[in-house]
């Protein structure tokens, strides 16, 4: 059971660059959410997805896009890169509910210069 | 701001002994979770406590919740070098339209042998 999964795990992009962060879950959650973590800052929500079909924005949605592919798929895009957007990001998934626990992925390592 | 501080910031121990851990918030709650992760991983989820329970108990992890004063504990008893981590706390509630879970940043466990 792989649990959440991310790909990939470490990225350098220059500033302007686009790319897509994976996620893929194999617990049949209908819940998916995009964090990033910074120093001295916990995690912010940037998107979630209550179930397939919906997308919502969370506490820092600039400069990101996201699409609920399926139920088990949650990619995040970054359209235009930005220094601002070094950062680790997370995908997390929560079976039912919204206020249960929700499992992490290991994490991108997103670089921009 | 941050919904959830933890208190320490940074935390250095021996082996055996115990390790508290403290997290305070500002809005009303519908549940308390502390996460651990490793340097490098992602967040596990540890403990989940309601807000209308006031202690949970879960092998060497002892949570408490206080709703008046808007806190929690996070004991960890007979330390262990294993249990060198971050650990955040994180309130689940709903606000700006929709459930959040907001993470606060962290205490830095170091357990030495």
């Known amino acids: 059971n792989a649990g959440v999964t991310q790909t990939p795990k470490f990225q350098v992009l220059k500033t302007g660059q686009s790319m897509t962060l994976q996620c893929a879950q194999d617990?049949?959650?209908?819940?998916m959410y995009w964090y990033r973590q910074d120093p001295g800052m916990g995690l912010r929500l940037i998107y979630y997805?209550?179930?397939?079909?919906?997308?919502d924005k969370g506490e820092v949605p600039n400069g990101y896009n996201v699409s609920r592919l399926n139920k088990r798929e949650f990619s995040l895009r970054l359209e235009s890169a930005a220094p601002s957007q070094t950062s680790v990001y997370f995908c997390?998934?929560?079976?039912?509910?919204?206020?249960?626990?929700?499992?992490f992925g290991e994490g991108s390592r997103l670089t921009v210069l | 701001s941050q919904q959830g501080e933890e208190d320490p910031q940074a935390l250095s121990i021996q082996e055996g002994e115990n390790a508290t851990m403290n997290c305070s918030y500002k809005?009303?709650?519908?549940?308390l979770q502390w996460y651990r992760q490793n340097s490098g991983r992602g967040l596990v989820h540890l403990i989940l406590?309601?807000?209308?329970?006031r202690e949970k108990h879960s092998g060497r992890l002892r949570v408490t919740l206080d709703t008046s004063k808007k806190s929690s504990s996070l004991l960890i008893t007979a330390s262990r070098a294993a249990d060198t981590a971050s650990y955040f706390c994180?309130?689940?509630?709903?606000?700006?339209?929709?459930?959040?879970?907001?993470f606060g940043a962290g205490t830095r466990l170091a357990v030495h042998p």
């Open positions: 994180a309130t689940a509630a709903f606000s700006g339209g929709y459930n959040k879970l907001i």
């Open positions: 997805s209550a179930s397939e079909g919906t997308t």
């Open positions: 997390a998934s929560r079976r039912d509910g919204l206020t249960g626990e929700l499992f």
């Open positions: 406590i309601r807000s209308n329970e």
């Open positions: 809005t009303s709650i519908n549940n």
């Open positions: 617990m049949n959650h209908n819940s």
